[in-house]
């Protein structure tokens, strides 16, 4: 368990909000996941690191949810206060050997975009699109620190996105090319239905990599 001091909190929406942390020699993989809470504190939960493995800070994306015990005291932390982080976990991560020589297609609803963030802030090099579903455009958190044309945004409740309906719509409209390695990350649900898509258009097992946010 280490102590990190908040450096900077950004607001994105009304709910959903952005720390940044002192990295001090905190070290992990693009794609992995802290856990998080105020120091002194029994109460923790984890939250995908939304920063690049270059940067020289560590920052997570959270979203405050309703009767989230966590995500509210997090909210309300200031610039100066230390937090708890411990880890890095999971084996959401990116293939080393793929990254110069594969296409690349990241599909995620909501703060699922966070480890997509880090992967594509840590390898700009990479062939990718990014394939974001979000309910309203004010969802779209920081559209726009994605070069032009890599990321899509899907919105299912307005059409002031770059297509109307969800990710899995989308797909089914536009076919992805057999040889694409995919990451899914967000709600059970579109994950399910993703997968299955994807398998039919011809993507195999293997290619198809899953991270489930609850």
Known sequence: ????????????????????????????????????????????REYSIYSSENDNFLEVLIKEVENGLVSKKLKRC????????????????????????????FIATGTGISPIHSFVETHPEMDYRVLHGVRIEEEAYEKDSYPNGKYILCTSREKSGDYHGRVTDYLLKNPIPSDTVCYLCGNCHMIYEAYDILEKQGISLGPIHTEVYF
Do not use: A
């Open 78 to 105: 200031k610039t100066g206060d230390y937090l708890d982080v411990d880890g890095p976990f999971g084996h959401f991560s990116l293939e080393e050997s793929e990254i110069g020589r594969k296409k690349f297609l």
């Open 1 to 44: 368990m280490r102590s990190h001091k908040v450096i900077e909190i950004r607001n994105l929406t009304s709910s959903t909000y952005i720390i940044r942390m002192e990295k001090n020699d905190f070290t992990f993989k693009t794609g992995q996941y802290i856990t998080l809470g105020f120091s002194g504190s029994i109460d923790r």
